[in-house]
């Protein structure tokens, strides 16, 4: 039994509504270079008797240290990840988008999953990690110049590990879930269930051809891929049942007022959402 391989690391928004942890607005971190979880537990506290110890209070979990080494931080991952802000400024006559560090950056707890591969008698498995809480520190910033040949340059990430505030029969303030699977495919649907992760749906709007109609272009589309679109609330969990929404009109304008948020989602053949995203309305006016 080996492990032989890393892949997917995944975030999602940690919230305690008081009974359960649940995690919002799940997103893949680039791709996995490495990962490494360090654990500082409490001392054991052994009872001496008859020369021997008769009774043990066993240490548990205090901390822990997440290391992640990742291909890249994107402008949006980092947005996502570690709380940046986004201002845009005009550099001559083009708009330029900063990410900003300042005063107001304040780093959110998350969720943190990823997949190993391991070889157990000549088989493949895949074991899901999941982090129940974990916050993310501002990264080291280091780049070396390119010589003769390229030197790969990745980034490294660290997080506190803290324990989960839920306290129910099965989650006892956990600090760590995982599962294992036959297939990839099986433990990264784990991931996106758990940690809710939806792909982004980008689109635009602007006015339609008559009074109070807007044209809506998904700009990210995937062809085949099924939209739909709602006024009323958003597709925030993985596999949400969506057979009530309305199905997006790829060439038809729709009815809304200016300002009005549509939600938007991206469907499997089930008709459950595992994309989603909005945009304010732009309609033509009288």
Known sequence: MAIKGLAVPVFGNYHYNGLSAVYTDGFVAGAAIEYGIEVETSDNN?????????????????TGTLTLNTSDLDQETSIRLLGLKEVKINVGEKEVTELVTDDDMKQTPKGFGIIETHQINDVDRYRAVILCKTTMAIPAEAATTKGESIEWQTKEIEGTITRSDENTENYKHP?????????????????????????????????????????????????????KYNTKEQASKYKQDLSKWTEFPEDEEIEAETGTVIYLAKTDLTGKAIGAGEVTAVTKEV
């Open 46 to 62: 052994p009872l001496h008797g008859d020369n021997r110890i008769i009774e043990n209070d066993y240490g548990t979990f205090n």
């Open 175 to 227: 600090w760590k879930r995982e599962a294992w699977f036959d297939t990839e495919k099986e433990a990264m649907e784990y991931l996106k269930t758990i940690l809710n992760v939806l792909e982004r749906v980008e689109a635009v709007s602007s006015e339609g051809t008559s009074v109070g109609k807007t044209r809506l272009i998904i700009t990210n589309r995937t062809e085949g891929a099924t939209y």
